[in-house]
């Protein structure tokens, strides 16, 4: 892992409204609630969540290179569905909905904020 890789993810993770910090991510990582991935530009943080009706493999936190990402996350599609995986999902920006959508990804909900 990179400076660059960790201030992405930094980045990433204010976006999304600052719920948590780097060391959130260490610790659910270290509890194997989570799992880091990095390969080249990419490093990737996923989470393998049970819903009622699927297991899905939740792409937490991305930074890096786009093709690098797209390579590392059709990597972790095999591993999701060896963990018995049977949807993938992703919370992200805006702007991935465009970058994913040739790669199959679709819209699915709207998350939206306000402060108090």
Same mark, same amino acid.
């Given at each position: !892992?990179?400076? %660059?890789?960790?201030?992405?993810?930094?980045?990433?993770?204010?976006?999304?409204?600052?719920?948590?910090?780097?060391?959130?991510? /260490?610790?659910?990582?270290?509890?194997? %609630?989570?799992?880091? /991935?990095?390969?080249?530009?990419?490093?990737?943080?996923?989470?393998?969540?049970?819903?009622?009706?699927? #297991?899905?493999?939740? =792409?937490?936190?991305?930074?890096?290179?786009?093709?690098?990402?797209?390579?590392?996350?059709? %990597?972790? =599609?095999? /591993?999701?569905?060896? !963990?018995?995986?049977?949807?993938?999902?992703? #919370?992200?920006?805006?702007?991935?909905? %465009?970058?994913?959508?040739?790669?199959?990804?679709?819209?699915? #909900?709207?998350? !939206?904020?306000?402060?108090?």
């Amino acid at each position: !892992m990179t400076e %660059k890789h960790l201030t992405g993810l930094a980045a990433a993770l204010e976006h999304g409204g600052g719920s948590h910090d780097l060391s959130h991510v /260490w610790d659910a990582v270290r509890a194997r %609630k989570a799992q880091l /991935w990095v390969e080249g530009d990419a490093c990737i943080v996923t989470e393998v969540n049970d819903a009622p009706n699927h #297991t899905e493999l939740h =792409f937490w936190l991305a930074t890096g290179n786009l093709d690098d990402v797209i390579a590392l996350s059709n %990597k972790l =599609f095999v /591993w999701g569905k060896e !963990m018995g995986c049977d949807v993938a999902t992703l #919370t992200g920006r805006r702007g991935w909905t %465009k970058a994913l959508a040739s790669e199959g990804w679709e819209p699915q #909900t709207v998350t !939206m904020a306000r402060r108090l």
